[in-house]
């Protein structure tokens, strides 16, 4: 089984400023790690995922994030935001091993950006 | 490409009360999952279908909640009866492999 721990559930930043969203996840298998945006009143967006290969992975709307194995971690980041990345974040893991393609998630970070 | 269909976006009902939920995937998709979100939680796997069998319900409150797939295409999740608890955003998401794509949801509240 897996688990997600996202250490901030909620991360204020002013417009134009870095931000940083951690997750950390729990495994005895090899996963697959995807982060998911989540816009008021919508259906989760993919960001960016993680199968394979690279471990510093590049997603939509500037976002990249690294895939740490030794610290079992996958933060998101983007070097300067917007007042339209407001929104809920997502971190979620999937077991590589199997053929069940189960995602299990974080409990979110609302990201707010102000002006 | 038309993207997952969720039906109604808002249920308001009373406890004890029945509820149903349909989803559309995404043409060609054979999993299909719906996923119960409470607010300020991440969506928790409810119940997948590959085709038209069940892959895995073991999050699913048998007691009152059923959820089905014709034909491998449309699936409907049902609650009943309905408690206050059940108040969340329920999302049905499609995939071919490892990348779901989610539909915009249904938010219920139960009165």
């Known amino acids: 089984a897996q688990s997600v721990t996202q250490l901030d559930s909620q991360v204020p930043v002013f417009e134009e400023a870095p931000v940083e969203l951690r997750c950390n996840y729990s495994s005895s298998v090899s996963v697959y790690l995807f982060w998911y945006v989540q816009y008021p009143n919508q259906g989760l967006q993919l960001l960016l995922k993680y199968l394979s290969g690279s471990t510093l992975v590049k997603g939509i709307n500037g976002f990249e994030a690294e895939f740490n194995k030794s610290q079992t971690s996958f933060h998101l980041r983007k070097p300067s935001v917007h007042i339209s990345d407001t929104a809920e974040y997502f971190c979620?893991?999937?077991?590589?091993?199997?053929?069940?393609?189960?995602?299990?998630f974080g409990k979110g970070t609302l990201l707010t950006v102000n002006p | 490409e038309a993207g997952v269909a969720q039906s109604p976006r808002y249920k308001i009902i009373e406890k004890r009360q029945s509820v149903a939920f349909w989803c559309n995937p995404i043409?060609?998709?054979?999993?299909l999952y719906w996923y119960q979100q409470i607010l300020g939680q991440g969506p928790k796997l409810l119940i997948q279908f590959q085709n038209n069998g069940v892959v895995d319900d073991s999050q699913l409150p048998k007691d009152r909640f059923s959820a089905e797939r014709l034909k491998g295409v449309d699936s409907t999740l049902k609650i009943q009866p309905a408690k206050l608890e059940d108040s969340a955003v329920y999302l049905c998401?499609?995939?071919?492999?490892?990348?779901?794509?989610f539909g915009p949801g249904t938010r219920l509240t139960v009165t």
């Open positions: 979620a893991v999937m077991g590589s091993g199997g053929s069940n393609y189960k995602l299990t």
């Open positions: 043409s060609g998709h054979a999993t």
């Open positions: 998401a499609s995939s071919t492999k490892y990348e779901q794509y």
